[in-house]
């Protein structure tokens, strides 16, 4: 990711745009047929030059145009730059740019969806407590929480082709965006050449919904990072210690106690989550710019399109790396489950109690009463069910065993996961 956003790849994105706006020429007979190969024969750029002129021009395409002038000679000089502005060069190569970064975020989204997928089947069976609002609620499995993550990711790497292609158009049009000093079929002919769609209709920049849109995908993913990151500190608490993110040969805890374990990766993928939601507001708020343009949104974006995509391409590789390293203790898992005395089947037997005809407001205040007392008096909910008198005027001690199995609650797990197989070609 440094090397697309090096200054040394944007100045050649710049170069070739140059270039082909000249070729463009050429075919619709305005330059001369020689000019084209001529120029790219000679034409380069001087990094450290560009740097001195802009001290001078205080202008950064400018310079790069000096440098280049420096390159091609004076005679090729009036060819170069034609009938452009700045930003025709500079939005058309933050497509290029923006491209290449996506590129390498989707890469990095493929190994973390293989990942994701393998780490969910492992644990499809490694059962655990359901928890809503932080307290136990029904079973459910390790693997089937991991393969909510994965559907997640799936979404997201729809909406991730998505902003591909919205932020993969060109413009050539000028100034105000009519042309007055350019022909379409230049235009056609770059953006054709790089790739890219041309911009339907540009003012003096590329609209910036576009960048909008790119970046609150980008930032969608940033949550998604942050959603397990979440979930494996939660599951990571003492109390809990069902999950542990790595904890590397010499790693230290704390600077003073000696025992901790903090989960200390998946709390900076919270935190740089929170630095990408923060680049939103700002990216919205450079769709409305002054007239056909300003530059205010200019500062922002020499920060916010490197850096979104830099910062969210390290979370999705320190994620892969957390998944990779994920410690899963599926006895306390086990344990956990028996911390509420069975109440995590007090759904199971309601249902039951509704099956046997029981209305739903009686059959609901037997079990609250029962799981009052099981959860006060620290007793078997199960054992309470089965000396329950109310409770044996509907349900056998059948009913109850066939509540308490773990099986019959999560059955329907492989086909959830079926789901998968199917839509992912498994």
């Known amino acids: ?42 034409a380069s750029f001087d990094l450290q030059k ?28 009036p060819y170069l730059h034609y009938g452009l502005t700045s930003s025709d060069v500079i939005d058309t ?3 290029l740019l923006l491209k290449e970064a996506i590129g390498a975020i989707k890469r990095k989204t493929l190994e973390l969806k293989e990942l994701l997928y393998a780490r969910a089947l492992e644990y499809k069976d490694a059962v655990q407590a359901g928890r809503t609002h932080g307290i136990h609620a029904e079973p459910i499995t390790f693997g089937l929480k991991l393969l909510g993550f ?14 591909e292609e919205e932020i993969s158009y060109g413009k050539i049009s000028g100034a105000v965006g009519t042309y007055s000093m350019l022909d379409p079929r230049v235009e056609e002919y770059v953006c054709s050449a790089l790739g890219l769609k041309v911009e339907p209709i540009s003012t003096q920049i590329i609209p910036r919904d576009r960048y909008a849109f790119l970046i609150s995908v980008l930032a969608l ?3 998604f990072c942050e959603r397990i990151a979440l979930e494996i500190r939660h599951l ?23 025992h901790k374990r903090n989960p200390v990766l998946c709390e900076r993928l919270c935190g740089l989550s929170r630095l990408l939601r923060g680049f939103l507001s700002p990216s919205f708020e450079n769709i409305a710019l002054w007239h056909e343009r300003d ?32 410690e899963i203790d599926r006895d306390k898992m086990r344990e956990n489950l028996d911390l509420t005395k069975g109440l995590i089947f007090s759904s199971e037997i309601l249902t039951k109690l509704l099956s046997k005809g029981v209305p739903r407001n009686k059959a609901y ?62």
Do not use: C
């Open 221 to 223: 993913l940033g949550s």
């Open 365 to 426: 205040d037997i079990v609250q009463r029962i799981s009052i007392k099981a959860w006060k008096d620290k007793k078997s909910f199960k054992d309470l069910l089965l000396s329950d008198e109310e409770v044996a005027q509907f349900l056998t001690s059948e009913d109850l065993e066939e509540s308490f199995d773990f099986k019959n609650i999560l059955r329907k797990v492989d086909y959830i996961f079926s789901r998968f197989k199917e839509l992912d070609g498994e």
């Open 236 to 258: 990571q608490r003492t109390e809990v210690s069902e999950v542990y993110e790595p904890f590397y040969k010499g790693q230290r805890g704390s600077s003073a106690m000696p």
């Open 150 to 163: 994965y559907s997640e990711l799936l979404r997201n790497m729809k909406r991730l082709d998505l902003a």
């Open 295 to 326: 530059i205010s949104h200019s500062s922002f974006e020499r920060f916010s399109l490197p850096q979104t995509t830099s910062v969210l391409f390290y979370m999705l590789d320190l994620l892969k790396r957390i998944l990779e390293g994920l």
């Open 93 to 95: 190569a933050n497509a």
């Open 1 to 42: 990711m440094e090397s697309i956003w090096s200054e040394e790849n944007k100045f050649n994105k710049w170069l070739e745009i140059e270039l082909l706006v000249a070729e463009g020429w050429a075919k619709i007979g305005v330059f001369p047929p020689d000019v084209p190969k001529r120029m790219r024969e000679r």
């Open 50 to 77: 560009i740097e001195e002129f802009e001290k001078i021009y205080r202008h950064d395409v400018i310079a790069f145009l000096r440098s280049v002038e420096e390159s091609i000679g004076e005679e090729l000089s």
